[in-house]
């Protein structure tokens, strides 16, 4: 094989291989990882694999979970897509903060401090929905618009009323557009000079 189609050969697997749709997805539920932790201080963690990555977990009253996700470098955080809602009530609260930890406390907490927040459940919007534009229109919040960057962010996910939740959301991480484009680009160009070569 030729050295400019060995090139485009190699590129070619390097977009295949970190396309979102195509990559294994890391995921945390409940049921099999165990409880969420309840200290803000101290939330549970999770790495982010490009792609689709599953959160799986349930409140209730006095029950908070704190849930860590750490979007790795190179990509960004595109989408929170609820999959699943289950409840006697229709509503639930989750709120999310750029770091490792969660400042605010559960009691009286300093909406100004916090990235975004917003309710979710089918009262707010049917299963599909992305969450993450509704969290970076909270009010009073930092706010957000789009995707947002490599680093770690900490959610607040809680219920206050005596009905158990339980939530399923798809956190979806994706390389950045122009990224994905210029990497897409340099294949196509590799291509083309391989394919111009062999007609020469």
Known sequence: MALPARIASL????????????????????????????????????????????????????????????????????????????SADDIAFMAIQAGSTFTETNTGPNVANLLGYSHFGSSIAPVGTDYLALLGGGAGAIGFSGALPAGDYTFWIQQTSPQLVSYMFNAVVAAPEPATLALLALVFAGLGVTRQRRVT
């Open 11 to 86: 590129l070619l697997t390097a977009a295949l291989t970190t396309a979102p749709w195509l990559a294994a997805a890391a995921s945390y539920d409940e049921g099999v990882s165990g409880d969420i932790s309840g200290n803000r201080l101290a939330p549970t963690s999770l790495s982010l694999d490009p792609g689709s990555n599953s959160i799986t977990g349930s409140v209730i009253a006095g029950d908070l979970d704190y849930l860590t996700i750490h979007v790795p470098a190179g990509y960004v955080f595109s989408q929170l897509i609820e999959t699943a809602f289950v």
